[in-house]
């Protein structure tokens, strides 16, 4: 999963005392290697590791693992995960009301104002990036095609020659039912699985 799932899934209740700690290791899980993660508290720890968590359900997931395999068919290769990420990160965008209390702007708005307030404690991967997510408003722009067009040609600028990546949002307009029907069989179970864990306190 993509920024989106991963900050919604960082716990239900933002009045808990650890929410912006869990909230702030899942958002860098990425760009911590295993060796730093004795450098954060052990709730922003709980955040890394349940990123890791989330996306290794995730990557063995049978519903998951139907929408890489149609993306490698359409030419994607090693590259088809992170499409499939910033696809269901789109449907969590389009269909947020049924998955959220908030609206999607009010959250995203939540979101960058707890993590800004951490700014100085992301690794420096994560400071070079999250000033051009909030000003460019990355997380609403999900909702569109337009938005997904635009994040997915950032992605292939970093990414090895010939990734295809600056494309795929033709591929998604092309099979937008079928890749929709993914994320909707998926996301209720990776949601069910995240809820079996303890909620940040």
Partial sequence: ?????HLLLAGPDATAPAYADHLLGQFIAD??????LAGYS??????IRQHRAIDTFTDQHPVVRRTT???REAGYGKYAGVVADMFYDHFLAVNFS????ESLPDFTQRVYAVLTSRAGEFPAPVQRFFPYLVQQNWLLGYAEIAGIERALQG???RASPGSGMETAGEELCRNYAAYEADFRAFFP?????VELAAPPT
């Fill in 69 to 71: 395999a149609r993306l």
């Fill in 98 to 101: 049924e998955f959220s209390t």
């Fill in 42 to 47: 052990p709730k922003v720890q709980a955040g």
């Fill in 31 to 36: 760009s911590v290697p295993g060796r730093q």
């Fill in 155 to 157: 992605l292939s600028r």
């Fill in 1 to 5: 999963m993509n920024f989106l799932a």
């Fill in 189 to 193: 179970e990776l949601r069910a699985f």
